[in-house]
């Protein structure tokens, strides 16, 4: 059984079987992780999804595909986050955007959120960080 068979979070908003997705396990920092947090690990190329909270020293499940989970997003505005549009994790915000500058590709809109919005659909593979626009 995966390590995400045993598992559960409340906060995470994934959108496809956990079956279809791929995940690694990581140990969380000072202050933890959350459910649902978009972080990148190792050499910051790595961005994923974090499963369930996990405290200080314990091990956190980080899902880095999945065919759809929503993610935190700067402040949706008219024309941004076209579904097919590329995003990128912004690693001192803790969130993805559409520029591509110092930033991590890790996936494509799914679902156009609206405007306002601070969430979007997304298909991710946190493991594109390291390619180059």
């Known amino acids: 059984m995966s390590a ?4 559960g979070g ?5 959108r496809c079987p956990l079956e279809v997705c791929h995940n690694t396990v990581v140990t969380a920092p000072s202050g933890g992780y959350t459910a649902g947090q978009l972080l ?11 499963y369930k909270d996990a405290a200080e020293g314990e091990d956190a499940v980080l899902i880095y595909k999945a065919r759809r989970v929503v993610v935190p997003c700067v402040v949706v505005t008219s024309g941004s986050f ?3 549009n590329r ?31 601070e969430e ?14």
């Open 40 to 50: 990148a690990v190792g050499d910051q190329y790595l961005t994923g999804v974090v």
């Open 82 to 84: 076209d579904v097919g």
């Open 10 to 14: 409340n906060a995470l908003k994934l």
């Open 120 to 133: 979007v659909e997304i298909e991710l593979d946190g493991t594109m960080g390291y390619l180059t626009t």
């Open 87 to 117: 995003v990128f994790y912004d690693v001192a915000d803790a969130e993805v955007n559409e520029s591509a500058s110092g930033n991590h590709l890790c996936g494509v809109v799914m679902v156009a959120p609206a405007v306002g919005a």
């Open 4 to 7: 995400l068979g045993t598992l």
